[in-house]
């Protein structure tokens, strides 16, 4: 069988793929001179699939009570629970799956024609001791952690939730990248640089990344964000600050979540499936606009989180992370950073914008005689 480097998202696959250096035409994806790889004349990638594999069940083997609403092909499993392939068909996918893989073709050739799961998503002993959230799910924590116990709980695994912390961490070295940050402002003149940085701690009121009283400064990556994310109304004027970093700094980048390789030295692919899910609720949870009408406790999951990163410390007793790079759900195009030391970034300049034009878009949902 013969496939390409571009038939895959997954680096790993991609950088054995690539320092091959075959050149020619893929049939599968249709790229033209890629890196081909050609199964019967190599055998690096053989095998590859079989740890992520072998964490699935078929449906005849899995607990009677398992949901079946859970279940699925282990092409969709593969699909959709982590970013591998490409966008190329189902049956490619399944071919390479199966070329790849002939051991577990041979031994266990169910995994292809039945649906499969993982059997220990629901197995109480192995989410103990497996699972960021143990024998729990995300919204228990939020129950917990807002009506039951806010600074003990016991409902996360610490050194489990370092550990996943530690795969996506990121250094973001000092370059000519610029970061903003915006804010409504009364007048055309708007803030000067001194009033752009993050509020001083007496003033600061809840966030998802800062309780009240702990000033963290907010930042994004892309100036249009911005607007997005402080949802500038028509007319507005609008102030954003650019700012340059002064030292270097290491982030927990939750956009990484979905990137984290199944292919790695000892990886653990059921407990690392089980986990992905709680670590991308909780960039999702970071992500989520502030609305007026929002309880300060709504804030307390996201809060806890964030503070639990900042108390991460390496062998040395030195915290590791800087800050929190999560997706803007404003605006597809824009990290945001939650930054603990705001002290690690300077204003140089701020400029203020009106608005003069809003597009909004919009979906019927519902309609009342
Ligand atoms: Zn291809």
């Known amino acids: 069988m013969v496939f390409c480097s571009d038939c895959f998202r997954n680096l790993e696959i991609k950088a054995i793929i690539e320092e091959r250096g075959i050149e020619g035409d893929c049939s599968i994806c249709g790229s033209k001179q890629a890196k081909i790889y050609d199964t019967d004349i190599d055998l690096t990638l053989i095998g590859i699939f079989d740890n992520l594999l072998s964490a699935y069940t078929a449906e005849d083997d899995l607990p009677s009570d398992y949901p079946k609403e859970e279940l699925r092909t282990i092409v969709d499993a593969v699909r959709n629970e982590w970013d ?14 199966k070329t790849l893989s002939p051991t577990i073709l041979e031994d266990y050739p169910v995994i292809f024609e039945k649906k499969v799961g993982i059997p220990e998503k629901y ?9 960021i959230l143990r024998t ?5 924590f939020v129950e917990s952690i807002k009506h039951k116990n806010r600074f ?4 996360i695994d610490k050194d489990l939730l370092k550990k996943y912390c530690l795969d996506i961490s990121k250094k973001i070295p000092i370059t000519k990248q610029r970061f903003y940050r915006g804010r409504v402002a009364k007048n055309a003149d708007g803030f000067p640089p001194s009033e752009m940085g993050a509020p001083p701690q007496e003033y600061a009121s809840n966030g998802r990344a800062n309780s009240a009283g702990i000033s963290r400064l907010y930042l994004t990556d ?12 028509e007319y507005d004027y609008v102030s954003v600050g650019t700012f340059k970093q002064l030292k270097e700094i290491t982030v927990v980048d939750l956009k990484q979540i979905h990137k984290i390789s199944p292919f790695g030295v000892d990886v ?3 407990s690392l499936a089980i986990n992905r899910e709680h670590l991308l609720k909780i960039n999702q949870e970071m992500s989520k606009p502030m609305r007026s009408g929002d309880s300060p406790l709504d804030y307390l999951p996201t809060q806890y989180i964030c503070d639990f990163v900042m108390s991460i410390t390496d062998e040395d007793g030195n915290t590791v992370f800087d800050g929190i790079e999560y997706q803007s759900a404003m605006h597809s195009r824009g990290s945001n950073f939650a930054i603990f030391n705001p002290e690690n970034f300077k204003c140089t300049y701020s400029r203020t914008f009106e608005v003069t034009k809003l597009r909004y878009t919009k979906e019927l949902l519902s309609k009342q005689k």
């Open 268 to 270: 653990d692919c059921t």
């Open 222 to 233: 892309n100036k249009e964000t911005t607007f997005h994310e402080i949802r500038a109304a």
């Open 84 to 97: 591998i392939f490409a966008d190329i068909s189902d049956v490619d996918v399944s071919n390479i799956l």
């Open 136 to 140: 729990e799910k995300w919204d228990d």
């Open 123 to 131: 197995d109480k002993e192995y989410l103990q001791s497996h699972s």
């Open 152 to 155: 003990h709980t016991d409902l």
